[in-house]
């Protein structure tokens, strides 16, 4: 069976930290890229990082030079180290993987396998 577990959300204050763990099972993960996404109350899901088997990481602008995704393919996990967190970084955090080398401009409909989610909320 396929899973993406997230986890490692919570309540923080802005400015502070997070790290957002994605483990995987049930398939080939160094075939895979390895996405975070997000969804906001009435927003669409909005893609910000992503790796690859290879190694290459991609960031959306809004999150670019704050947050990190790493990955320990020993554990099939992903992370994202969240720094100098703001309020309008507040969602339902996602980790999807697709099938490839390219995060196929975090098109939602590319990915194949997602997570259930983990709420992130920053007090202002």
């Known amino acids: 069976e396929v899973q993406l577990v997230e986890s490692g959300g919570g309540l923080v204050q802005a400015g502070g930290s997070l790290r957002l763990s994605c483990a995987a099972s049930?398939?080939?993960?160094?075939?895979?890229?390895i996405s975070w996404f997000r969804q906001a109350p009435g927003k669409e899901h909005e893609g910000i990082s992503c790796?690859?088997?290879?190694?290459?990481?991609y960031y959306a602008d809004s999150v670019k030079g704050r947050f990190t995704i790493s990955s320990d393919n020993t554990k099939d996990t992903v992370y994202l180290q969240m720094n100098s967190l703001k309020p309008e970084d507040a969602a339902i955090y996602y980790c999807a993987a697709k099938y490839g080398l390219d995060y196929s401009d975090w098109v939602p409909q590319a990915y194949h396998y997602w997570g259930q989610g983990t709420q992130v909320t920053v007090s202002s």
């Open positions: 790796i690859t088997s290879d190694g290459t990481t």
């Open positions: 049930g398939f080939t993960f160094v075939d895979y890229a």
